[in-house]
């Protein structure tokens, strides 16, 4: 048991990530060939683990309309969304407009998950203000550099915070605020962009090892 | 070519491919001088793929018809056969590309993100991994400007604008009340 458990799995990992890993760096016809069949049999895998997550999301919304558990409700949303534009999109064989007519499938894209999504969007404008306010209390030093900072991006980021600048300080000269907001972005802001990309790259680099070399095992399950 | 590899855009591709005839490029003709890909899942899997023999992953068009067939495809194998790539996206896609296909297979590659996204990719515009990089609905209205086409981004900047001195506003007046509670 413990073979077909434990150590096939784990041999097919290694075996797969190191022929994969040494096809990224040596770029011959044969790990061409290796990187197309893999990329197909992902694709495969892919569109299977859509299905499989479709199938546990009805199970799990399901048990919550049965066992009518707190908020139940809106779980019964799931499918009706499902609905509104799975049937649409089988009636209609998945095309958007027919000529110039829209069909049910347009119709629910536009007018239901367009403007679903617009609203999704929109109600975050408010809790970016109540999250700002709370980053930007100016309680120390450093909350207050933050500050600074945010303001002279927000202000250089629209042209009727230009304009305000230019109104207010326009008489300084040389500060113009497009310029220090650039200055802003592309020299502090992008230091500490590289530094967290290299932590992630090299975290990433690490997991990655481990997992070829079966040191991390949390794919296989607890048994 | 023009493809999308978020289930939720497949909408916007069709929209686009409705106004291309119509409003956004009425002189060229779908074929021979665009063509509009399917939907496939594995953003990682078509990107690699990309850059070796595409056809092996887009045989056909989003109508089903034959993909190598069609004169736009002429000379055409992978990405290393086009001139630039650009993807548009509020998600974290561009950065497999630049990963994937533009660093892997030499391809010129941009972009276009929100402007929430934009500080994230400077490091790659700054070495030179994106040629260009739009940032948001300024980004956008620069670009519209820049073309003399404009439109939407142009048209949204107003209230951009008032929402951004609407929040520096709310801001400044919070920390204001801050201090009164706290020392007066």
């Not at chain 2, 496939?40 to 023999?53: C, F, W």
Request: proline share 3%; hydrophobic share 50%.
């Amino acid at each position: 048991m413990t073979l077909i458990k434990k150590h096939i799995p784990l041999a097919i990992c290694f075996i797969v990530g190191i022929l994969t890993l040494s096809s990224y760096y040596v770029p011959t016809q044969a790990s061409e060939k290796y990187v197309e069949s893999m990329n197909k049999w992902e694709n495969i895998v892919a569109g299977f683990a859509f299905l499989l997550g479709l199938f546990s999301l009805f199970f799990s919304h399901t048990r919550k309309i049965t066992r009518r558990v707190d908020g139940w409700g809106y779980s019964l949303f799931v499918f009706v969304g499902f609905l509104a534009m799975v049937v649409p999109a089988i009636v209609s064989n998945g095309k958007q407009m027919v000529g110039a007519d829209l069909t049910g499938l347009g119709w629910g894209y536009r007018f239901l998950f367009n403007a679903l999504s617009g609203t999704m969007f929109s109600v975050l404008a408010f809790y970016i203000v109540s999250t700002a306010y709370r980053a930007f209390r100016i309680k120390s030093l450093q909350a207050g550099v933050l500050f600074a900072a945010a303001l002279v991006l927000m202000l250089a980021k629209v042209p009727l915070g230009q304009m305000i600048w230019e109104t207010l300080f326009g008489w300084t000269g040389g500060w113009d605020i497009a310029q220090i907001g650039q200055w802003l972005m592309d020299v502090p802001a992008v230091a500490g962009k590289r530094g967290i990309m290299m932590g992630l790259a090299i975290g990433g680099i690490v997991t990655a090892l481990k997992i070829i070399f079966g040191i991390e095992r949390q794919y296989m399950g607890k048994d | 070519m023009i493809l999308t590899l978020n289930a939720g855009a497949t909408g916007l591709i069709d929209e686009i491919g409705e106004r291309i005839p119509k409003d956004i490029a009425p002189t060229k003709k779908y074929g021979t001088d665009y063509v509009i890909l399917p939907y496939q899942p594995n953003p990682v899997a078509v990107m690699t793929q990309l850059g070796m023999d595409m056809y092996q992953i887009y045989d056909k068009d989003r109508d089903g018809a034959l993909l190598r067939e069609m004169p736009v495809m002429k000379g055409i194998r992978n990405v290393k056969d086009m001139q630039l790539g650009m993807c548009i996206t509020g998600t974290a896609l561009l950065d497999y590309w630049v990963a994937y296909t533009a660093d892997k297979f030499k391809m010129p590659f941009a972009g276009g993100t929100t402007a929430v996204s934009q500080i994230g990719y400077a490091p790659y515009l700054q070495t030179g991994q994106l040629k260009g990089l739009m940032g948001g609905m300024k980004g956008a209205a620069d670009y519209e400007l820049l073309i003399d086409a404009k439109e939407k981004g142009t048209a949204g900047l107003d209230a951009l604008s008032l929402a951004h001195i609407m929040v520096i506003g709310l801001i400044v007046v919070a920390n204001i009340m801050m201090f009164w509670l706290k020392y007066l």
